[in-house]
């Protein structure tokens, strides 16, 4: 029961973060913006699913070497890295699920270099055209 209700928080605090309508080249996505070490470090943990096109964008500072990985997330992702001009540096689709309590250190990283990270449902990136190499429009983002 505490586990739901944390995952409700969790997920509601995640709901808060303000949204965003980014085109891909085959239909526009609704992104929430991660801007805090705080909304980076919970991502879309604790969510079991994602409508169409909707996800996640992780703001940084500058073009840097970016690790990800899929702690306590429970649904497949696609990770998109996009450099601060809007290409589109690296995809990496259908990263799986891990087993609920496998140590961080067993936990595969996701590696590339970006100043902005999409996250997806698994199978999004594809569907709606976004491929290595692909140049993005970043919007206009709230601080």
Same mark, same amino acid.
């Given at each position: $029961?505490?586990?739901?209700?944390?995952?409700?928080?969790?997920?509601?605090?995640?709901?808060?973060?303000? @949204?965003?309508?980014?085109?891909?080249?085959?239909?526009?996505? *609704?992104?929430?913006?991660?801007?805090?070490?705080?909304? *980076?470090?919970?991502?879309?943990?604790?969510?079991?699913?994602?409508?169409?096109?909707?996800? $996640?964008?992780?703001?940084?500072?500058?073009?840097? +070497?970016?690790?990800?990985?899929?702690?306590?997330?429970?649904?497949?992702?696609?990770?998109?890295? @996009?450099? *601060?001009?809007?290409?589109?540096? !690296?995809?990496?689709?259908?990263?799986?699920?891990?087993?609920?309590?496998?140590?961080?250190?067993?936990?595969?990283?996701? *590696?590339?270099?970006?100043?902005?990270?999409? +996250?997806?449902? !698994?199978?999004?990136?594809?569907?709606?055209?976004?491929?290595?190499?692909?140049?993005?429009?970043?919007?206009?983002?709230?601080?």
């Amino acid at each position: $029961m505490l586990k739901l209700l944390a995952a409700a928080l969790l997920i509601a605090g995640q709901s808060s973060l303000p @949204i965003v309508t980014m085109n891909a080249p085959r239909a526009a996505m *609704h992104l929430w913006v991660a801007r805090s070490e705080r909304s *980076h470090e919970l991502g879309l943990m604790e969510r079991t699913r994602l409508d169409p096109a909707q996800g $996640m964008i992780f703001v940084f500072g500058r073009n840097s +070497e970016r690790d990800f990985w899929m702690k306590d997330t429970l649904m497949p992702l696609d990770m998109v890295f @996009i450099e *601060h001009d809007g290409l589109v540096r !690296a995809v990496f689709s259908r990263v799986p699920v891990l087993p609920p309590g496998t140590p961080d250190n067993a936990i595969p990283l996701i *590696h590339a270099r970006a100043q902005y990270v999409l +996250e997806l449902g !698994a199978g999004e990136a594809r569907r709606l055209g976004i491929v290595a190499g692909e140049k993005l429009t970043i919007p206009s983002l709230p601080k």
